[in-house]
């Protein structure tokens, strides 16, 4: 099966899947969420105790499971959400991130804003939520820059949607995918953007590293 294919019946079946640990009732209206497979708790350590810390919502990972982990977890009352399960091959985790939130969120009607992030290079400082969001918020890489700066986003740019296409936005902001901030419906809508985008018109790289970037900025 080629990488295009492979991206392909992997979306197919991740966009569809119900979302984890499905529930009804009601809950904290704020969520903290993020992608850290292939770490140790120590790792971890830092977002999570910061975090916990300032913020009394809810915290959400994707996270391997072993147990060291599973009591960082339960010490700080951290969700373990696995990712979507599709059979077979899987994109990178920067991909499947947006897949994952996408579940996530929808078994979670009550979240009315999050806050998806990058967790390994994280320390927070005080409570995320203390502004309110204005709209779905995602940031600049670099104050002063465009797209055109970063030989990174141009890469994958070129790589998804080819260098015509790149060359119309590259006088544009360079927005990092990292963090994402706002409407936690918004945030849906861009998760499955993002995925979309990775696959339409080059999608044998659209489960690699780097085509979240590509897609991130392309779809704002």
Not at 48 to 74: H, N, T
């Amino acid at each position: 099966m080629s990488a295009a294919s492979r991206y392909l019946t992997w979306l197919s079946a991740a966009l569809v899947l119900p979302g984890p640990d499905r529930r009804s009732g009601d809950g904290h209206p704020h969520a903290v969420m993020g992608y850290a497979t292939g770490y140790a708790a120590a790792d971890l350590m830092p977002f999570v105790r910061s975090l916990r810390a300032c913020f009394g919502g809810e915290i959400v990972l994707a996270a391997d499971d072993r147990p060291d982990i599973r009591a960082l977890f339960a010490e700080y009352a951290v969700t373990a959400a696995p990712p979507p399960a599709p059979a077979g091959w899987s994109p990178h985790p920067v991909m499947e991130r947006f897949a994952a939130y996408d579940a996530w969120l929808s078994a979670r009607p009550w979240v009315q804003t999050v806050l998806l992030t990058d967790v390994r290079d994280v320390i927070f400082q005080s409570d995320p939520f203390a502004r309110p969001a204005q709209g779905l918020e995602v940031f600049i890489e670099s104050e002063g820059s465009t797209l055109r700066d970063h030989r990174f986003d141009q890469k994958y740019l070129k790589a998804l949607v080819g260098p015509a296409v790149a060359a119309r936005i590259d006088d544009c902001p360079c927005l990092c995918v990292g963090t994402v901030f706002g409407d936690a419906a918004a945030a849906r809508r861009l998760c499955k953007a993002i995925l979309l985008l990775a696959a339409i018109p080059r999608s044998g790289i659209g489960g690699i590293f780097g085509a979240d970037q590509a897609a991130c900025n392309l779809a704002v």
